[in-house]
Structure formats: C-alpha cells, structure tokens
C-alpha cells in the first residue's frame, strides 16, 4: 500500500531554513506528480507546491513563491522541500501527498513545522 | 486566484440523515472539484475526484455532483464515523484552492 512519511520539521526563527522530505514507498514514485500541503494550527488546508513526475514543471503558492522550492530525487523515491526566509506565518503542518487528477489521493502524516523566536 | 466559498460553515446533523454541503467556485472550473473529509488530528482523506467519481474504497452513501461554479457533496444516511471537517479543493493550470471547510456535527 502507499506509504508516504514526511521528516525535518522542527522549530526555527524567523529568517531561518529547513529542508523537508517524503519518503515514498508502495508506488512506482517517478510515475506521479507530488504535492506539498500545509494546514496552520486550528486553520484550513493550503497548497504548497507541485512537481510533475520528470520535475519538468514546478508550481508553487503565491504566498511561498521565491522563497520555498520543491525538488524530487526519482531514484531515492523521495520529495524535498527547501523552505528559505521562513515567517512566523509560515508555522505549519507540512503534508506530502500524491497526485491523481489534480488531486491530493494519498497523503503522509504530516512534520510540524514551527517558526518562532 | 480561483476562490473556493463553502457553505455552511458548520453543519448539524443526526445518524441517519441525507447532509448536503456546498462549494462555489468564483469561476468556471468545469469539473475538476475533489472533497476531502479529515478527522480531527488525522490527514485528510480523499473521497470525490472530477467533482462526481467516487475514490475506491470509499462507501457509496457519499456522492459528489456538479459542474463550472456550483458543487455539492451528499451522504446518504449519515454515520457517526462521518463526524469530520469536509473540504472542496479546485484545479486550474497548475494552480489548487481549498475551500475554508465545513465541520459536520453529528
């Protein structure tokens, strides 16, 4: 079955960086495009990041745009994100979550991520 | 940006009944609308794809329907395993919106 195990949250200020991975397992990893979704506590759902199967196409929120980069390494089954210039709004639980459609159809447990001073 | 507006924000409900939850889209986006419904401390779960294909594995008292800006998400006869949060998410070119969400009481 599909496993998808997020890592590398933590705390850091404001300014500060951190890099995220999803390790995937039970699905041929470089078939699929991946996604980053992050839910602030007590908060909705927010879009993060896109990276088709090859990486050939990005996207990314507007609110992380410059600052977050997502990058995927097809021959270790795992996704990264690259968080840079992290704000205080930025504190989150980062999801990874495999595409289907345009859609978010399995996703991992989560790592918080907690910006503060 | 594609806003997603869900209604109601809170829904009341008892074991057995027909619930409705709405979403709409501030622009046409054909068909591509997902629901979710996530449990408290739990990810998210996805239930409805391509605003009406229901994801396998999931019970078919839960139904999507709809098409350009107005979308709706139904269960047939509720269960209390049902007690969650329901969010709609959009698709358009590489871009995806989530509606607010509306938490089901139950």
């Known amino acids: 079955q599909v496993q998808l195990v997020e890592s590398g949250g933590g705390v850091v200020q404001p300014g500060g960086s951190l890099r995220l991975s999803c390790a995937a397992s039970g699905f041929i990893f470089r078939n699929y495009g991946m996604h980053w979704v992050r839910q602030a506590p007590g908060k909705g759902l927010e879009w993060v990041a896109f990276?088709?199967?090859?990486?050939?196409?990005?996207q990314h929120a507007g609110s992380v745009k410059g600052r977050f980069t997502s990058s995927r390494d097809n021959s270790k089954n795992t996704l990264y994100l690259q968080m840079n210039s992290l704000r205080i709004e930025d504190t989150a639980v980062y999801y990874c979550?495999?595409?289907?459609?345009?859609?978010?159809?399995?996703w991992g447990q989560g790592t918080l991520v907690t910006v503060s001073s | 940006d594609i806003q997603m507006t869900q209604s109601p924000s809170t829904l009341s409900a008892s074991v057995g009944d027909r619930v409705t939850f709405t979403c709409r889209a501030s622009?046409?986006?054909?068909?591509?609308l997902a629901w979710y419904q996530q449990k408290p401390g739990k990810a998210p779960r996805l239930l409805i794809y391509?605003?009406?294909t229901l994801k396998s594995g999931v019970p078919s008292r839960f139904s999507g329907s709809g098409s350009g800006t107005e979308f709706t998400l139904t269960i047939s006869g509720l269960q209390p395993d049902d007690l969650a949060t329901y969010y709609c998410?959009?698709?358009?070119?590489?871009?995806?919106?989530f509606g607010q969400g509306t938490k089901l009481e139950i």
């Open positions: 990276i088709a199967k090859d990486a050939y196409i990005k």
């Open positions: 622009q046409s986006i054909g068909t591509w």
């Open positions: 979550a495999k595409d289907l459609d345009a859609t978010f159809d399995d």
């Open positions: 391509k605003a009406s």
């Open positions: 998410q959009q698709y358009n070119n590489y871009l995806y919106t």
